[in-house]
């Protein structure tokens, strides 16, 4: 009984110890687990070493029981040949017998007795042992289920993140743009206006407004002339 319970308190005292040396609490439930599954096999061991005894007691107990009975038959048959001296004899070990036989049985009484402590101390163990592998169980299922949720929680920040920097780019990407196109339009109204010089155009500013001028003269010619012959003149 004395096994069993430092057995017990073995695998009972560490879990927590487990817990908190053990990186992972999967790893340390399960290891609890298997030395509780290693005290629950000592405590088998021992149980089936005390009904060994009991059972080798109550062989020795039938088989003095047996050697009584041999004595009696024997003392009888003494007595029939008139041999009352070998009759004294065989009840003589006949009572000797006897006197094993009772204290045979007053052992097999305290053995039976510690027989059925340990059978209930192992059933009550059982029970346990099954109970902390369900709760082991549940408490890794949650275990994971809380890692995994954290891990998405991480990706998701990741993702955050980075869809935050990419917002970002493409905001810059934009204002760039918005710039270019500012510049361009204002390029092109300098260049419209007279203002930004052409390279490859080396005419100088009155030449060009002549030039303007005489392009628009020549529209304004064509639309006039478009306009008679479609009038029929």
């Known amino acids: 009984m004395n096994i069993f319970r430092r057995a017990a308190n073995i695998a009972e005292s560490k879990i927590n110890k487990l817990l908190d040396s053990v990186e992972d609490p999967n790893a340390a439930l399960d290891l609890s687990y298997e030395k509780m599954l290693t005290s629950m096999q ?7 070493d005390v009904v060994t005894e009991q059972k080798a007691l109550e062989n020795q107990i039938n ?8 004595h009696e038959e024997d003392a009888r048959t003494a007595l029939k040949m008139n041999r009352e001296d070998l009759a004294q004899a065989a009840l ?15 052992a097999l009484a305290r053995i039976s007795e510690q027989v059925e402590r340990l059978k209930a ?3 009550k163990y059982q029970d346990r042992l099954e109970a902390f592998k369900v709760q082991k169980e549940v408490t890794k299922a949650s275990y994971s289920a809380a890692q995994a949720e954290v891990r998405i929680g991480e990706s998701l920040s990741g993702i955050s993140k980075q869809v935050g920097d990419v917002g970002g780019t493409i905001q810059r990407a934009q204002d760039k743009t918005d710039q270019m196109l500012a510049r361009a339009s204002a ?3 300098l260049a419209n206006e007279g203002i930004l010089d052409d390279p490859l155009d080396t005419r100088d500013k009155t030449a060009r407004e002549l030039d303007e001028l ?9 639309l006039e002339r478009l306009k008679r012959e479609m009038a029929g003149e």
């Open 121 to 123: 101390a192992e059933r």
């Open 187 to 189: 390029m092109e109204s």
């Open 92 to 106: 003589n070990r006949k009572q000797n017998a006897l006197a094993r036989v009772a204290s045979q049985q007053e």
């Open 42 to 48: 000592e405590v088998k061991r021992h149980l089936a």
């Open 63 to 70: 088989a003095a029981n047996k050697e009584a009975l041999s």
């Open 214 to 222: 005489k392009r628009d003269s020549a529209v304004s010619d064509d």
